[in-house]
């Protein structure tokens, strides 16, 4: 332990200036949104258009009814899964934990469709509470079943959990599908992940829940420190395990719930993103968890003008943009090592 | 004094656990008849018991009665004959893979080869618009094409079983994206039809899917027999296996293409029926208690799920036919809860 000080002042440094270039990066990626899509608005358009908003402008009713709504559901979405997968990976110590893997998404999924089937709704605003309920039931289920058998938990079997379930899900949510084509019509374009046509009524409602999920995931990376350890060291250290999963599993709970109610089922960024802020920041979740907030927003929002641009005059929804992304990764990552638990 | 006593303890447990091995199967092939009964017998139109049997026999004695026999000949028989053979296919797929994954979980229908068919299948069906035995072709070279990727994925100095599974999960995952991409771009009524495949079901069975996977079986079930013999020296672990001169690679290659070759002919027939593959190899051992592996008792375990999950779709509720896979999905539900509590109570899982 002979570290001088010095030596982690000059690492907090470099980490600190490096979150400050990859939020101005955010910055950026977040006018590229604004000005791209079917019609490109140039940079000082945009600028006009808000901080002088002229209502007979087509271009300014673009940027302020679609373009921005969309972008700032993009960054909160992002900032959730990112952050979401981060604790996930963390609590479990796994590395292939993901809201998509885990099924909290077929969960989510299915909470919503049996809303719109059995209770009408059609008001995505409406979905958020369902989505929540559906994505922590799911999580609750794969872990209790992952958790069967001596060695616990495993990669592996968290994963084969995840699928099992979702499998099971699907085929439920299949079956209502099937008899109600109105079903059918209204969660088709949810079901794909898609930040197009958010209002910003979606944004307020969704926000308070994201700040609360993200305030608490934040505070847990202590926690995550000390899981990471393994679970006996952490005892010892004088940490209640239990409690540290449970408040965990909460936020990415919430986080994971309140962006799929959002933009709907978002497979692989909160895989991903963790990742490349974990090479980039070294173990220690007190930098991994900022890093994944303000990266996986850059990934979602790039993709999301991928998609814009990609086959015009249409749109590829950014959920199938991100799962092209995010899948090759996740096989090269199982291709590239035996994956030793976080 | 002791060895002869030994051997004749070691003889006493070996024909134990043959009779019980001929006790389940002759149970399973019992239950197997009373289902197949019922099918021909169940239905809409009330045909007496002795009009089934007349029917069935109606080509060797020339008694005919066009109505009757349209229904038992050209309805009831060649569904109840598709879902026995397409159940065991399924099955037979499922413990192959579970058997070589070592995992329960570690079905086809889990790790990406449905979802490879469903993708094929719903992208022929929305896209270039085709139906009917198009749409089965095309599902046939998805599960083969996704099988072949995901091995080719996980070969590295060979293939381990953790990298078959997380790669499938992980080809899962992108081919539902797909999937729900291809809801987004097509009119309701394709979507409608898209989804109908996708729930799988007898429905629409046609002559041609009995033909055609019933001469696969003819072909694959041999195959698997005689691969069989190698897997032995196989769940002792590769290098155990390799050390008794077993062609583990070469061995397992065989068995996984019969596997794909019976989830990829059953899913063009009937569609991605989910859970008969998952739940059918873990019940039969569990009837079984260790007394084999049990691979043909999976099969006759695989026709009765099927058989039985169909009559139920058909005759549950009054006036609507639900389709065979809602059914197949709520037993793969009620099988996870069952694996639950089982391995609560043993504190493991299998």
Redesign the interface.
Known sequence: MTAPVSDRGRKAARLGLGLLLLAMALVAIALLSLTTGARAIPAETVWRALTAYDPASTEHRIIWDLRLPRTIVGLLVGAALGLAGAVLQGATRNPLADPSILGINAGAALAVVLGVAFFGLTQLSTYVWLAFIGAGAAMLVVYAVASLGREGATPVKLALAGAAITAVLQSVINAILLTSPRTLDEVRFWQVGSLAGRSIDIVLQVAPFLLAGAVLALATARLLDGLSMGDDVARALGQRIGLSRGLAGLAAVILAGAATAAAGPIAFVGLTVPHVARAVTGPGYRWILPYSMVMAPILLLGADVVGRVISPPGEVQVGIVTAFIGAPFFIALVRRRKLAAL | MSIALDTSRISRARSRAAARRHVVAGGLIAALVLAFAAALYLGDYPVPADGVIRSLFSPLTGLTDRGIDFIVLQVRLPRAVLALLSGTAFALAGIIFQTLLR?P??SP???GIAHGASAAAVFSIIILGWSGLSVSLGAFAGAVLTALAIYL??W?NGVTA??V???G??????L???I??L??RAR?NE??QA??W??GSLNASRPGDIVVLGGAMLVLVPAMIALLRGLDAMELGDDTARALGARVEINRLGLMLVAVGFAAFATAAVGPV??VA?VSGPLARALLKGAGRGFLHAGLVGALVMLVSDLLAQHLLPD?Q??V??V???C??LF?LW??MA??RS???N
């Open positions: 995992n979980l570690a229908d889990i790790i994925l996980a590295r953790y990298r599974v997380l790669i999960i992980g080809m899962a995952a992108m539902a994206a797909i729900s991409y809801f987004t309701l979507v409608q989804m109908a996708l729930v989910g859970f998952f609507t639900l389709p896979g809602v197949t999905g709520a793969g539900a996870l694996l639950l391995s609560g504190g493991r899982v």
